[in-house]
């Protein structure tokens, strides 16, 4: 998963992270406790599920999960 930050001057940085490490079990549970903390509802298994379906997609690489950009100038890409 790749985070990608570009600032209207030019300037950013890209942080990567393994997206197992993630999207594993624990981090589905703590997605749920998350989501829950937000003010909606989620269960640990749709949790799973969607981690499970986010893993899946990487095998076509390049998809965006978000795509942010400012009217400033500024932009915002999560990538897996």
Request: proline content about 4%.
């Amino acid at each position: 998963m790749k985070i990608i930050i570009k600032q209207a001057d030019g300037k950013g940085f890209k942080i990567i992270f393994p997206t197992r490490l993630l999207l594993n079990p624990i981090g589905a549970r703590l997605m749920a406790k998350s989501v829950k903390m937000n003010g909606h509802s989620i269960t640990p298994e749709q949790a799973s599920v969607l981690a499970k379906e986010i893993n899946r997609c990487r095998k076509h690489g390049g998809w965006k999960m978000v795509e942010v950009r400012s009217a400033h100038g500024e932009e915002v890409d999560i990538t897996i």
